[in-house]
């Protein structure tokens, strides 16, 4: 597969922006093998994605900001394997997915900026009168928050809680708790991200 990703007009002309920004551009081969028999669901994915041009924020440069700009790295590959399933267990329903991945730029050697080696999920659900109700873990290696791999960001796991019930034919009312026991965690250096949050909503999926 190939594809092509045009910088924003944010990434183009904000505070951060580089007005000589180049397209992204890459070229990927996957080879995956699928099983699939009753209840059970198995999949294993192998794959190797070059970019060209990756668009990333990087150290301060020819922008206006002091902090940071955007950047092009000329050379980017992942490469790296997922491997995910499902199985069921009488009204229980089991499900995972794992990822193992080197994010790397080409002509430094180094990992590329925010971009975690392994993470996955793995998760649990069944039926509780006319509810579903489940659990799920996420987790993630740890990464680096530059380009240099000097700014070191933690690895973490969160735990999320779930249900959802039919109110009709097309309507679902759903509920979530995210990051159940209020993790503190970095995706980015000094930027916070949400502790415990609550949400409910409403689906219409005409049938």
């Known amino acids: 597969g190939t594809a092509f990703r045009a910088p924003t007009l944010y ?4 505070e951060y922006g580089v007005s000589t920004l180049q397209p992204e551009t890459s070229r990927n081969l996957e080879l995956g093998l ?3 028999q009753g209840t059970s669901r198995f999949s294993f994915v192998a ?17 206006a900001s ?17 491997v995910s399933g499902s199985q069921q267990f009488g009204s229980f329903n089991l499900h995972g997915s794992f990822d193992l991945q080197e994010p790397q730029n080409l002509a430094t050697g ?11 999920t793995l998760g649990a659900d069944t039926r509780v009168a006319a509810w579903t109700v489940g659990t799920e873990a996420q987790f993630s290696g740890y990464r680096y928050d530059n380009a240099a791999n000097t700014t070191r960001l933690g ?34 250096n000094t930027y916070t991200t949400p502790g415990r949050t609550f949400y409910m909503g409403v689906r219409w999926a005409p049938q």
Do not use: H
Request: net charge positive; with cysteine.
């Open 11 to 14: 990434q183009l002309f904000s």
């Open 34 to 36: 699928r099983y699939a």
């Open 47 to 63: 794959y190797r994605n070059l970019v060209s041009n990756l668009i990333s924020f990087a150290a301060a440069g020819p922008c």
């Open 66 to 82: 002091s902090y940071g700009c955007y950047t092009n790295t000329s050379q980017a590959e992942y490469s790296g394997t997922t």
């Open 110 to 120: 180094k990992l590329l900026a925010r971009r975690a080696r392994q993470f996955g």
């Open 155 to 188: 690895g973490y796991s969160l735990i999320n809680l779930y249900a959802s019930t039919s109110l009709s034919k097309d309507w679902t009312f759903l509920a979530r708790v995210n990051n159940l026991t209020d993790k503190n965690y970095q995706l980015a």
